[in-house]
């Protein structure tokens, strides 16, 4: 079956080609993400993540999602005093756990059926109860419960470094889907927005820079 292509598609398969030029700094390329130090990639650095031809396409967090997603249900952070509604993670954190959880291999994509899992120290694994809580929203409500919490409607961030910056409130820049905190809220994937040396973090980590984003301590 033929159609047109959609003007995203279009973007995509530009940034496609372009992807072979940039190397720098703030781009995917040399990051951890940059799948192209992997046999399984065939040398291709989206396509892992993304494929206009092979795209899932009940998939809206991504554009043309193309691995594999995870069937896990996730056993979810709770503690007395959080107030916080939790979730099972959110669709745009679900792409990070169909690599990160370990039950899929990161070579899983465009239908295929992959051998290579995620290194043991990437693995976040299926219990998510000792890792930052993820997959509800953080609103001003919330805020104003917690009493230790920005209200991420009026403070302002910065993310990234370098030539690489861009500046607005927690709301528009670390949550997603209305509100809602999950893994992008403190990592970038694509290293375009990048602070620190490690982590793909959108805010460093020196000094706990990025959990004072959030946290009013
Ligand atoms: C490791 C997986 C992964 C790789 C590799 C990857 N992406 Fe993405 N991409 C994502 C995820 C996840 C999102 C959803 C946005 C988010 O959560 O920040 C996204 C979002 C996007 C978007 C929507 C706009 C945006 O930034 O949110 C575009 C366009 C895009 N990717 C293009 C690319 C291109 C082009 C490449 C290759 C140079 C690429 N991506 C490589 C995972 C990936
Ligand atoms: C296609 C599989 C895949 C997807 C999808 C994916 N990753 Fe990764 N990720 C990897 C691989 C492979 C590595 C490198 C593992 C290693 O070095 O052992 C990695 C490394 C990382 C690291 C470690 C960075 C460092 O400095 O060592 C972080 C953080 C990370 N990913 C976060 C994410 C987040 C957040 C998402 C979703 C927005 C995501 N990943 C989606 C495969 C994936
Ligand atoms: C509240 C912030 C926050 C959230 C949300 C978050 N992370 Fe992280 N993550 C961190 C920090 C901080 C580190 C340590 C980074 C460093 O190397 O300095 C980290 C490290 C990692 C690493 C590297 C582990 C290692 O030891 O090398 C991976 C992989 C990762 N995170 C994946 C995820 C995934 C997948 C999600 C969502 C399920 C997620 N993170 C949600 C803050 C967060
Ligand atoms: C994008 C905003 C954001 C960032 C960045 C962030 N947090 Fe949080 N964190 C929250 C919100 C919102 C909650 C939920 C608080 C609640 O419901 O009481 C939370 C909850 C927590 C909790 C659970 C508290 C409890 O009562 O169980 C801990 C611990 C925590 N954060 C530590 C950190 C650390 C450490 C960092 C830095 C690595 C960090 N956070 C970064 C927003 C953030």
Known sequence: MTRDKTAL???????LLLATHFAEAGSIMGSPHDFTVYNWSGGQVCIAC???????????AAPQWN????AQSYTLYSTASLKANVNQPGMRSKLCLSCHDGTVAVDSFGGASGTQYISRAKNVGVTLKDDHPIG????????????????????SV???????????????LLLYDGGQLECS??????NKYTAGSSGLMKIG??????????HNK
């Open 9 to 15: 598609e279009l973007s995509i398969a530009a940034a």
């Open 67 to 70: 691995h594999t997603l995870s």
């Open 158 to 172: 910065t993310i990234g470094s370098g030539g690489s910056t861009q500046t607005g409130t927690i709301s528009s």
């Open 136 to 155: 509800f929203v953080y609103d001003t409500a919330l805020a104003n419960l917690s009493g230790t919490l920005f209200d991420p409607a009026s403070k």
């Open 185 to 190: 809220s403190c990592h970038d994937v694509h």
């Open 205 to 214: 980590s020196a000094g706990s820079a990025i959990c004072m984003a959030c």
């Open 50 to 60: 993304h494929n206009p031809q092979s795209a899932n396409t009940t998939v809206t």
